[in-house]
Nanobody, 118 residues
Framework: QVQLVESGGGLVQPGGSLRLSCAAS???????????MGWYRQAPGKQRELVAT???????NHADAVKGRFTISREGAKNTVNLQMNSLKPEDTAVYYC?????????WGQGTQVTVSS
């Protein structure tokens, strides 16, 4: 199965930028070219929510709350997914989780903390 390792979280001031990365490794089986990777986030006391997803073909979907500020991208050959976060707001503070769905599998990373505060 596939494992995910996230990096890039931290503390940033409002209006600042951060870049999250998630590297996938392991055995994809027949789904190497047919999967969806993405980012979700969970703030304290709230449910986990979608941030953005990208298919192995490059189609993207961004939540309304982050459109125009966040951009998801993918390095296909490496199955690495990146999330460029600009114009960060305090309400973006959350634990960000990488996710991959392929075949019958739905795998999560360990999460990385993003804190937006002055």
């Amino acid at each position: 199965q596939v494992q995910l390792v996230e990096s890039g979280g931290g503390l940033v001031q409002p209006g600042g930028s951060l870049r999250l990365s998630c590297a996938a490794s392991g055995t994809w089986g027949m789904w190497f070219s047919n999967n969806v990777m993405g980012w979700y986030r969970q703030a304290p006391g709230k449910q986990r929510e979608l941030v953005a997803t990208i298919t192995s073909g490059g189609s993207t979907n961004h939540a309304d709350a982050v459109k125009g500020r966040f951009t998801i991208s993918r390095e296909g050959a490496k199955n690495t997914v990146n999330l460029q976060m600009n114009s960060l707001k305090p309400e973006d503070t959350a634990v960000y989780y990488c996710n991959v769905r392929y075949g019958p599998y739905n795998t999560w990373g360990q999460g990385t903390q993003v804190t937006v505060s002055s």
